[in-house]
């Protein structure tokens, strides 16, 4: 049976993905990328580390990013979070099934350590991962190493192999599998509405199974016996 349930935070707790994947597109048109859009940056970065990107805008730009660039994206972000940061619907009942259920839960999110703590303090989720919610900021390497979720389950002192992730992100359900655990894909985010079957089948082949498109039926599906 399931020993702990690993969530991402970003477009799985949370929808957030729109508000981030077109902040980070701006910046990267003010920084040079003319061509950069919010549904490129999704389906090339969904899940991945900032410096992940900074490295690839680099890249592109052939020279180095500009020092303020991940500073200013953050504070653009999180400016916008107490207006429109809105949480995934039943993700507080899931949450409280599993806990009632003495489930241990965990978050393995790529963002930063200040993005992670902003986003469960806006969004009132905190209460619920306190001394439990990891970032990519605290292991060497992010999504879609298996570093971020050997962490969290070395935390919750269970077996990854016990474990299951909940992810959006294809970068996520590898890393999940990297690390020994199962994956269950979430394509729910509004941040998907366009290629939803699309990014279904994409988790799939990356080895997420099931994959669900709400909470409905969500604590079955992290529950059951692999």
Same mark, same amino acid.
């Given at each position: 049976?399931?020993?702990?349930?690993?969530?991402? !935070?970003?477009?799985?707790?949370? /929808?957030?993905?729109?508000?981030?994947?077109?902040? #980070?597109?701006?910046?990267?048109?003010?920084?040079?990328?003319?061509?950069?859009?919010? /549904?490129?940056?999704?389906?090339? @970065?969904?899940?991945?580390?900032?410096?992940?990107?900074?490295?690839?805008?680099?890249?592109? $730009?052939?020279?180095?990013?500009?020092?303020?660039?991940?500073?200013?994206?953050?504070?653009? $972000? !999180?400016?916008?979070?107490?207006?429109?940061?809105? *949480?995934?619907?039943? *993700?507080?009942?899931? !949450?409280?099934?599993?806990?009632?259920?003495?489930?241990?839960?965990?978050?393995?999110?790529? +963002?930063?350590? =200040?993005? &992670?703590?902003?986003?469960?303090?806006?969004?009132? !989720?905190?209460?619920?991962?306190? +001394?439990?919610?990891?970032?990519?900021?605290? *292991?060497?390497?992010?999504?879609?190493?298996?570093?971020? @979720?050997? #962490?969290?389950? =070395?935390?919750? =002192?269970?077996?990854?192999?016990?474990?299951?992730?909940?992810?959006?992100?294809?970068?996520?359900?590898?890393?999940?599998?990297?690390?020994?655990?199962?994956?269950?894909?979430? *394509?729910?985010?509004?941040?998907?509405?366009?290629?939803?079957?699309?990014?279904?089948? $994409?988790?799939?082949?990356?080895?997420?199974?099931?994959?669900?498109?709400? &909470?409905?039926?969500?604590?079955?599906? $992290?529950?059951?016996?692999?």
């Amino acid at each position: 049976m399931t020993a702990a349930v690993i969530f991402d !935070l970003d477009g799985v707790l949370v /929808d957030s993905e729109p508000l981030s994947l077109g902040v #980070l597109a701006e910046e990267m048109r003010a920084a040079g990328i003319a061509d950069a859009t919010a /549904d490129e940056v999704g389906r090339q @970065f969904l899940g991945v580390a900032l410096p992940v990107i900074r490295a690839y805008v680099a890249e592109r $730009l052939g020279r180095p990013v500009p020092e303020a660039f991940a500073e200013r994206f953050e504070d653009r $972000l !999180l400016a916008r979070y107490p207006k429109e940061l809105r *949480v995934i619907p039943g *993700v507080p009942e899931l !949450l409280d099934d599993l806990t009632n259920a003495g489930i241990p839960i965990a978050i393995a999110t790529g +963002g930063s350590l =200040r993005r &992670m703590g902003e986003t469960l303090r806006v969004s009132g !989720l905190d209460r619920w991962f306190r +001394g439990r919610a990891f970032s990519a900021d605290q *292991v060497a390497m992010g999504k879609p190493a298996p570093d971020l @979720f050997l #962490l969290a389950a =070395r935390e919750l =002192r269970v077996d990854p192999a016990d474990c299951v992730v909940l992810e959006d992100s294809p970068h996520g359900v590898t890393g999940a599998l990297r690390a020994g655990a199962r994956a269950v894909g979430f *394509v729910g985010g509004s941040h998907l509405d366009s290629r939803r079957a699309e990014h279904v089948e $994409l988790l799939r082949r990356k080895g997420a199974a099931p994959v669900l498109d709400s &909470m409905t039926g969500m604590f079955a599906a $992290l529950t059951r016996p692999a």
